[in-house]
């Protein structure tokens, strides 16, 4: 059975930083290209970025509000997935969800106030 | 704004048929990328209804079904049950934006 298991997330202050993980298990993660979806709450999906897998470069793409603050990575001996958020604004408290567009993990919740 | 044009509503009674609608662009839709549909019942993380335009992952039932045609596609839902009560999503890579986009999401009644 396919598992992605979000975890990290947090009440963070604007301009604050944190990393999210994906755990993932019942597929070949090595294989998966991986990508991050959050959701403002009552809003509609938003997507932040994916990254490709090793063989295919394990290059990264990121939508363009995030471009240049968040850097997804993966470690493919632990099939986690990851989610750096830099300089973070008020307007990325989300839901946010890893999923390899096919399975979803449940997300977890990151809150940016002061 | 999302760049996938969705209605932001739908509705039907049981058993009936209802499709949901997808507009986008020669960019997305139109430049050969599949268009994927999520279904999200209030607060779960979405599920996939559609792959690749019109395929159905196992244990999707056969009353989903889509399609595509030139910059749009559409979700069809026939028998309409009350558990179809959801929000949906559609979803397609963008050349232009170099990312994934969504659709703003259609949310679904059955009355």
């Known amino acids: 059975e396919v598992q992605l298991v979000e975890s990290g997330g947090a009440l963070v202050k604007p301009g604050g930083s944190l990393r999210l993980s994906c755990a993932t298990s019942g597929f070949s993660f090595n294989d998966a290209w991986m990508s991050w979806v959050r959701q403002a709450p009552g809003k509609g999906l938003e997507w932040v970025g994916r990254i490709k897998r090793k063989i295919d470069g394990g290059t990264t793409d990121f939508a363009a509000p995030v471009k240049g603050r968040f850097t997804i990575s993966r470690d493919d001996s632990k099939d986690t997935l990851y989610l750096q958020m830099n300089s973070l604004k008020t307007e990325d408290t989300a839901v946010y969800y890893c999923?390899?567009?096919?399975?979803w993990g449940q997300g977890t919740l990151v809150t940016v106030s002061s | 704004q999302s760049v996938l044009t969705q209605p932001p509503s739908a509705s039907g009674t049981p058993g009936q048929r209802v499709t949901i609608s997808c507009s986008g662009s020669s960019s997305n839709i139109g430049n050969n990328n599949y268009v994927y549909w999520y279904q999200q019942l209030p607060g779960t993380a979405p599920k996939l209804l559609i792959y690749?335009?019109?395929q159905r992952p196992s244990g999707v039932p056969d009353r989903f079904s889509g399609s595509k045609s030139g910059t749009s596609a559409s979700l069809a839902i026939s028998g309409l049950r009350s558990e179809d009560e959801a929000d949906y999503y559609c979803?397609?890579?963008?050349?232009?934006?170099?990312?994934?986009?969504f659709g703003g999401g259609t949310k679904l009644t059955v009355l």
């Open positions: 999923t390899t567009d096919h399975s």
């Open positions: 690749k335009n019109n």
């Open positions: 979803a397609a890579w963008d050349d232009s934006l170099s990312g994934r986009v």
